[in-house]
């Protein structure tokens, strides 16, 4: 079984900067790719960045230049620093990550639980 498990989320004013982790563990053979994505009440769940196994990165454009994926392969962590973050970028945050069980098995999507992050003053 395939967990994640995130950390980081909080309350921070507006301009301010929080950074979100997300540790894959359980048996597995690699991670494909890992991201993060959100969902404000009311609202689908959006794709907010990705970054895949060799450190290609994508942004959704209301964050592009704010904040930044990264990913710990010896840790099996993704990390997303934000900045400058606005009161629009209140939501919950979800990790996810492209696993495969074994080297020859088609990768599988798993989900964390979620961590709120709220930015209001």
């Known amino acids: 079984q395939v967990r994640l498990v995130e950390s980081g989320g909080g309350l921070v004013q507006p301009g301010g900067s929080l950074t979100l982790s997300c540790a894959a563990s359980?048996?597995?053979?690699?991670?494909?790719?890992m991201g993060w994505y959100r969902q404000a009440p009311g609202k689908q769940r959006d794709l907010v960045a990705h970054?895949?196994?060799?450190?290609?990165?994508n942004y959704a454009d209301s964050v592009r230049g704010r904040f930044t994926i990264s990913v710990d392969n010896a840790k099996n962590t993704v990390y997303l620093q934000m900045n400058s973050l606005k009161p629009e970028d209140t939501a919950v945050y979800y990790c996810?990550?492209?696993?495969?069980?074994?080297?020859?098995?088609?990768?599988?999507?798993?989900w964390g639980q979620g961590t709120q992050v709220t930015v209001s003053s």
């Open positions: 970054i895949t196994s060799g450190d290609n990165s």
């Open positions: 359980g048996r597995f053979a690699t991670i494909n790719g």
């Open positions: 996810s990550a492209a696993v495969r069980i074994e080297s020859f098995s088609s990768p599988l999507n798993y």
